[in-house]
Nanobody, 125 residues
Framework: QAHLVESGGGSVQAGGSLKLSCAGSESPKFRLTSYCMAWFRQASGKEREAIASISRDGSVKDYADSVKGRFTISRDNTKNTMWLQMDSLKSEDTAMYYC???????????????WGRGTQVTVSS
């Protein structure tokens, strides 16, 4: 059973926006406070790519060059939720998006130990 649940994916035209959410599961309770978090994506036929990470308290954020300036990662530990605001979307952003959490690792470098099942984002040009 996945401890992380993504939502918010969908289809959008190029130039549009989407906001993804990643929540810690309720049963069993998975509290995100103790974890560094990240968003990954995997396009069809390509390797999984780390695109954004955030420290436990939200003070440190890292972005892959491919999304820097367009995507914003954030979290609210009181809501047990992390988000990815995606603006100025491009067709090449089409992928399955996953959130991940790790009690030790922080940053864009995998491996992360906890994963969600993913949410699909499709950007049409």
């Amino acid at each position: 059973q996945a401890h992380l649940v993504e939502s918010g994916g969908g289809s959008v035209q190029a130039g549009g926006s989407l906001k993804l959410s990643c929540a810690g599961s309720e049963s069993p309770k998975f509290r995100l406070t103790s974890y560094c978090m990240a968003w990954f994506r995997q396009a069809s036929g390509k390797e999984r790519e780390a695109i954004a990470s955030i420290s436990r308290d939200g003070s440190v954020k890292d972005y892959a060059d491919s999304v820097k300036g367009r995507f914003t990662i954030s979290r609210d530990n009181t809501k047990n939720t992390m988000w990815l605001q995606m603006d100025s979307l491009k067709s090449e952003d089409t992928a399955m998006y996953y959130c991940a959490a790790d009690a030790v690792l922080c940053g864009l470098t995998p491996p992360y130990s906890n994963w969600g099942r993913g949410t699909q984002v499709t950007v049409s040009s």
